[in-house]
């Protein structure tokens, strides 16, 4: 019950293009659900995050959507750039719960 | 503001001898979270602590590893004896108590054990 699951494990999109990687959840007792962004050789930073009151957040490029009753929600990146190059990672918290649920990762490569 | 520091942020060692990785908190936050990376198992939280205190740390390999926070902003995850298998990243994190989701994490410690 406490894993995220996400996919795809690695993703290539042309520059200009759009890149979605999808996450799922068992757990309704998430609350909250962070995206994060990694580069080579740095510690994964806090990208984006959704609560399950909304449906939709969006910041610049990065859309998070979240489907409370499918138990879903994804990141989309419009107009990939080469700099959006990085390891991605869903997750997920709850108020009952002190730590993060990290999902596998993904491998983004934006080519120019 | 200076983030999460870590330190040493390479390390290669013999199997069979002691690792210390340090970490040190961002100012005023109170709960910090230790986690390992492979390629094999992605992130993997080893252990956290809330106010120093060690709440869950259900995820340490086994009795070679040990972590703790001598003071609110200070910790050490000590591995004794190491193995070739514990070679990966290790980063920590912190946050303010209550925000386990808004983790800000450190560089990252790369042990490599021979």
């Known amino acids: 019950q406490q894993q995220v699951k996400q996919s795809p494990q690695s993703l290539i999109v042309q520059k200009g293009g759009i890149s979605i990687i999808n996450c799922a959840y068992e757990?309704?007792?998430?609350?909250?659900f962070p995206w994060y962004q990694q580069f080579p050789g740095k510690g994964p930073a806090l990208l984006i995050a959704?609560?399950?009151?909304?449906s939709e957040k969006k910041e610049g490029r990065f859309t998070i959507s979240f489907n409370k009753s499918a138990k879903q929600f994804s990141l989309h990146i419009m107009d990939s750039q080469p700099g959006d190059s990085a390891t991605y990672f869903c997750a997920a918290a709850g108020t009952s719960y002190g730590k993060l649920t990290f999902g596998q990762g993904t491998i983004l490569t934006v080519h120019p | 503001d200076a983030g999460v520091i870590q330190s040493p942020r390479h390390e290669v060692t013999e199997m069979g001898q002691e690792v210390t990785l340090r970490c040190k908190l961002i100012s005023g936050h109170n709960s910090l979270f230790w986690y390992r990376q492979t390629m094999m198992r992605g992130l993997e939280l080893l252990i956290y602590?809330?106010?120093?205190?060690?709440?869950?740390d259900s995820g340490m390999p086994e009795d070679r590893f040990s972590a703790k926070m001598p003071n609110a902003s200070f910790s050490t995850l000590k591995i004794q004896p190491s193995e070739p298998r514990d070679s990966a990243v290790y980063f920590c994190a912190s946050s303010l108590f209550g925000k386990a989701g808004e983790l800000f994490f450190g560089e990252g410690s790369r042990l490599t054990v021979l």
């Open positions: 959704i609560r399950p009151d909304v």
């Open positions: 602590f809330n106010n120093n205190v060690p709440i869950d």
């Open positions: 757990n309704t007792a998430f609350d909250y």
